[in-house]
């Protein structure tokens, strides 16, 4: 796929108010239910939520192993949260209504200019949204260079940046398997980024400091749980 280009999105004075972006009770509804079955089935760890602001425009910004990461991520925020998905994932009319009743938005990577805009709206409605910027699932549960177009939401809406990682849902549910399995998986969320810190960067040097932030997540997750990588991507224990 192509790499997302940069929009240059004006800043909006009006239409900054509305009706909820999700039904807050059904929204909670289900992240207690995700959260039970994640807990039986994948054994589910949080760490670093104290680290994510209760209110105001959040931008969470995470690795990508797997269809599992939304809602696992989402279950472990207390608060909702919209996020970014791919425009092919709403072409099913049953997915695409039950994913947009969680706030997801359509992302054309081939034309992002929509997608941004509706999360820009969101954000400084002071809404939190959830982006995976490597675009799609990892091939190897690996992190992969992100892709640019993502700071124009974070500088316009002045939001704090939330780093994430999630470990173990390559694992449970990789690319080249139809349906999960159990296993283990671990979020971490890490230490919130303030507009003070990425406003004045290049979009090289910001995608290059966010990036890092999320692998040193990933490897905080890896260490606290006394695993390795291999070359071959699989996990050992030392």
Request: charged fraction near 25%; charge should be positive.
């Amino acid at each position: 796929m192509s790499e997302v280009k940069a929009v240059s999105i004006k800043p909006r004075d009006k239409d900054l108010s509305g009706p909820p972006f999700v039904n807050v009770w059904w929204y909670e509804f289900s992240r207690v239910w995700v959260r039970l079955v994640a807990r039986v089935f994948f054994r589910i760890r949080y760490s670093g939520v104290e680290n994510i602001p209760r209110t105001g425009p959040v931008l969470l910004v995470s690795n990508h192993q797997s269809h599992l990461d939304p809602p696992l991520i989402g279950a472990g925020v207390p608060r909702t949260v919209s996020y970014l998905a791919r425009k092919t994932l709403f072409t099913n009319k049953f997915f695409s209504r039950l994913i947009t009743s969680y706030g997801a938005i359509p992302l054309d990577l081939e034309n992002p200019l929509s997608g941004l805009k509706e999360a820009l709206r969101r954000l400084r409605c002071g809404d939190a949204v959830l982006i995976f910027p490597e675009g799609t699932r990892s091939p190897d549960g690996e992190i992969h260079p992100f892709r640019k177009g993502f700071r124009v939401l974070a500088v316009r809406s002045q939001a704090i940046i939330v780093p994430l990682a999630i470990e173990g849902a390559y694992q449970s549910w990789p690319r080249s398997r139809k349906f999960p399995r159990p296993g283990r998986i671990r979020v971490h969320f890490g230490r919130a980024i303030g507009p003070q810190d990425y406003e004045n960067l290049d979009e090289e040097a910001f995608i290059r400091m966010v990036e890092e932030k999320v692998r040193q997540c990933l490897a905080t997750i890896r260490s606290e749980s006394g695993n390795v990588r291999r070359n071959d991507g699989a996990n050992v224990s030392p």
